[in-house]
Every structure is written in structure tokens, then in C-alpha cells.
């Protein structure tokens, strides 16, 4: 694939029809790697790189969670904040299912399935930020208030 060809995946249809700017960044994936090679690959700090991470509650219902790069959720704190027992990580085929996304390559937007979006709150003050595009291999560069005016997250302080 050509390097500035950049693919019709859902969320970057999404985007193009809300007349969002954005630049489309490619860099080689490698499995497990998570932000820790997709920040190095493209240059940027890891903290400005926003993982989409699916998670799910004691009942089994899914939502997703942004969060910085080089941040981990506080799944105790977050279930407090959620007012549920137990939060827990979604396994991998779930979420591949319910994102329409393979893991790696989730983004938030344009999902297969409408899931309770949260986001850490500190996203919401970074001046630009990093986040999946929908495939491995390709992040999307983006504004933050474009991202919340898209998706209007609940703002969450699970940070660690």
C-alpha cells in the first residue's frame, strides 16, 4: 500500500464526514508492541498517544476507555467511578467483535457496536493527540476538542 493512500476504514469515514482535519500517520506494527513502538516508530511522546481500550463491567457489558500511552487504567478506581463491582479487560475476539476493529488496530470511532465511551481526563488538555485510525500500522494525528465533539466522552480520572 502506498504510504499516502490512506484506507476507507470506518472511523476515517466518520471523520471525513464531519469535516474533522486530521493527518493520517504509518508506521510498521508489531504485535504486542502497543504505544511503546507506535511512539518510537513516529517520533512522538507516548503521552500523547491515546490507546482505545475495551473493557467490561461485573455484568459483562462492554464500553471503552481512552487512555494516555504510557498511562494504565486504575480498574479499582474506575469501577468506583463506574459505581459497579468489577471491571475487567475485554478478551480479544470479544472486542474484535463488538469494534468491527481487530485488536491493535481499534479505534473509538465508527464502532460496530455503541459502547459507553470514557476518557481520561487529562486526554482533554493535551494540544494534539495520537490515536487509532481503525488499523494496525496507522494512527490518526487530530485535536482533542474534535475527538471529544465527536464521541463526547465521560470524563474519567483512572489514571496510573
Known amino acids: 500500500m502506498a504510504r499516502d493512500k490512506v484506507p476507507a476504514t470506518p472511523a476515517i469515514r466518520l471523520l471525513k464526514q464531519h469535516k474533522v482535519k486530521f493527518?493520517?500517520?504509518?508506521?510498521?506494527?508489531?504485535?504486542k508492541g502497543?504505544?511503546?513502538?507506535?511512539?518510537?516508530?513516529?517520533?512522538?511522546?507516548?503521552?500523547?498517544?491515546?490507546?482505545?481500550?475495551?473493557?467490561?463491567?461485573?455484568?459483562?457489558?462492554?464500553?471503552?476507555?481512552?487512555?494516555?500511552g504510557n498511562c494504565e487504567v486504575s480498574l479499582k478506581h474506575l469501577a468506583r467511578q463506574l459505581k459497579v463491582k468489577l471491571v475487567t479487560t475485554c478478551p480479544p475476539e470479544k472486542a474484535d467483535r463488538i469494534s468491527g476493529y481487530q485488536t491493535g488496530g481499534i479505534?473509538?470511532?465508527?464502532?460496530?457496536?455503541?459502547?459507553?465511551?470514557?476518557?481520561?481526563?487529562?486526554?482533554?488538555?493535551?494540544?494534539?493527540?495520537?490515536i487509532n485510525g481503525g488499523r494496525r500500522g496507522m494512527l490518526i494525528e487530530m485535536a482533542p476538542a474534535d475527538l471529544i465533539?465527536?464521541?463526547?466522552?465521560?470524563k474519567v480520572s483512572v489514571a496510573i
Open 23 to 31: 493527518t493520517p500517520h504509518f508506521y510498521k506494527y508489531e504485535d
Open 34 to 68: 502497543g504505544t511503546r513502538v507506535s511512539a518510537r516508530e513516529l517520533k512522538v511522546d507516548e503521552h500523547q498517544i491515546i490507546k482505545t481500550l475495551i473493557l467490561e463491567d461485573d455484568q459483562q457489558k462492554p464500553f471503552i476507555v481512552l487512555m494516555h
Open 107 to 130: 479505534s473509538p470511532f465508527a464502532t460496530r457496536q455503541t459502547l459507553p465511551l470514557y476518557m481520561e481526563e487529562t486526554v482533554a488538555s493535551l494540544e494534539k493527540l495520537f
Open 149 to 154: 465533539s465527536i464521541l463526547m466522552p465521560v
